[in-house]
């Protein structure tokens, strides 16, 4: 859509190069001469009291005010043209100062542009060290992570043969005292039956001994 | 004849002389074999409310400087010489944290002399827990006829008491336990603490009946059938 709108532009750009060109100086002709003609105009009105036959003297007299007109004209442009030169110069001096200045700035945002380009090369650099750093970092916390999973499951594993460990202890000491409890409970009861069987025969022994103990004589 | 009486009363003396030697061999291992006895108390009560370090305090008679949380149980053991007998007090002194209890529980039960409840002073829930040790505690067969203290630990931490003693006391009195308001961590109460399982020793040494207790192990539970001896000669 866009193409034959530019072609077509461009055509019409070129129609009226070609047809406004060949013109542009016959234009200022065209132009000098109304100015020449408004000219004469106002000559022959101001001269219209005076003469009204134009001779030869009349007509000379004619190109030399057309003359000094035009001179007149010529002081002002020339006058103009100074002027005109005297600002370009300014303005050209002027140009020059800002691209004095223009230059400097471009260097020193040369020079700028140079070590934020190494910094950013540097940076780049980094930038890659660090990305492998960080590779290898999250490669190593994997395994550590693994390493934990198994680490935290032998905890477990050691915490169940531990609490194992303390069951079969407990009931060790249980029945140790148990034992001892039973023990201890027959041993008394031992010892009261030997205490009293003890008794028994010593008091059995001493009627007996008595009895048998042969006379002195 | 004559001759034969002395002879057969000189076999007769030997024989009771024997009798006599024999027997006061055995009575002499009698007492060798009758060891000292033991005293078994279980310290349960929550997590962190200084269980270790309580009987730690008792049986090692310093405050640790590090513990961790108890997995199943610790053994602690002392033997203490009450009016010349010599006892050992075995200390159980249980993990607090269910996870590391699990399968133990009915071990921490089983023939059990005395049982101590520990709760934080500074922590109101440790001691709002106090009542669901007790149901475990009963719903493992201890007999009521078990002596039970209380204690309340962590006392050197004025600021932060949280359960006063009124309410602590009144809990004990309801339960029939006697209370003990102490610090394993300062060396001033230090024989406060003694005094707790020191005390439960005498209690436990006055129960002759202990030693004689019917031991029914068909269901692994015991069950007392004698009366605790009325002449309690405890020092406490």
Not at chain 2, 203 to 213: D, F, M, S, T
Request: neutral net charge; charged residues 30%.
């Amino acid at each position: 859509m866009e193409s034959w709108k530019s072609h077509v532009r461009a055509e019409l750009f070129h129609r009226d190069c070609r047809q406004r060109d060949p013109f542009s100086g016959l234009f200022e002709k065209v132009s000098r001469l109304e100015e020449m003609l408004t000219l004469h105009m106002k000559l022959s009105s101001s001269d219209k009291g005076s003469s009204r036959c134009p001779d030869e003297g009349g007509i000379l007299h004619l190109r030399v005010n057309e003359l000094e007109f035009l001179n007149q004209q010529l002081k002002q442009k020339i006058s103009d043209l100074t002027s005109n030169i005297y600002l370009k110069e300014a303005e050209l001096q002027y140009c020059h100062s800002q691209v004095a200045r223009y230059r400097t700035e471009a260097v020193v945002l040369a020079q700028g542009a140079s070590s934020l380009k190494a910094g950013l090369e540097e940076y780049e650099y980094q930038l890659e060290c660090q990305s492998k750093e960080l590779t290898a970092l999250r490669l190593e916390h994997s395994s550590l992570r693994e390493e934990l999973t198994a680490a935290n499951l032998q905890n477990e594993q050691l915490l169940e043969r531990w609490l194992e460990e303390k069951k079969e202890e407990a009931e060790r000491i249980n029945k140790y005292n148990a034992t001892q409890e039973r023990w201890q409970r027959l041993a008394g009861r031992l010892k009261k039956r030997h205490r009293v069987r003890s008794r028994t025969a010593c008091a059995a022994d001493k009627p007996t001994e008595s009895k048998t103990e042969p006379p002195s004589s | 004849m004559a001759n034969e009486f002395p002879v057969s009363r000189e076999g007769t003396a030997n024989s009771r002389h024997a009798n006599l030697t024999s027997s006061l061999d055995l009575s002499t291992s009698l007492d060798h074999s009758v060891q000292t006895r033991i005293f078994k108390i279980i310290v349960i009560g929550d997590s962190n409310v200084g269980k270790t370090c309580l009987t730690f305090r008792f049986t090692g008679g310093a405050f640790p400087c590090k513990t961790e949380a108890t997995i199943g149980v610790d053994f602690r053991e002392k033997a203490v010489e009450i009016e010349g007998e010599k006892i050992k007090v075995q200390v159980w002194d249980t993990a607090g944290q269910e996870r590391f209890r699990k399968s133990m529980v009915e071990h921490y039960y089983r023939n059990v002399h005395a049982v101590v409840f520990v709760y934080d002073v500074t922590k109101m829930a440790s001691f709002q827990n106090l009542k669901t040790w007790i149901q475990e505690c009963n719903g493992h067969g201890v007999s009521s006829s078990v002596p039970r203290v209380l204690v309340g630990n962590k006392c050197d931490l004025v600021e932060q008491i949280q359960v006063p003693s009124n309410t602590a006391l009144k809990f004990a009195d309801a339960h029939n336990m006697l209370l003990f308001e102490t610090s394993a961590k300062d060396p001033k109460e230090s024989q406060n603490v003694d005094s707790i399982f020191m005390c439960l020793a005498c209690r436990l040494k006055a129960q002759k009946y202990l030693i004689y207790r019917d031991v029914e192990r068909e269901d692994g539970r015991v069950r007392l059938k004698h009366q605790p001896d009325p002449k309690s000669n405890c020092p406490c």
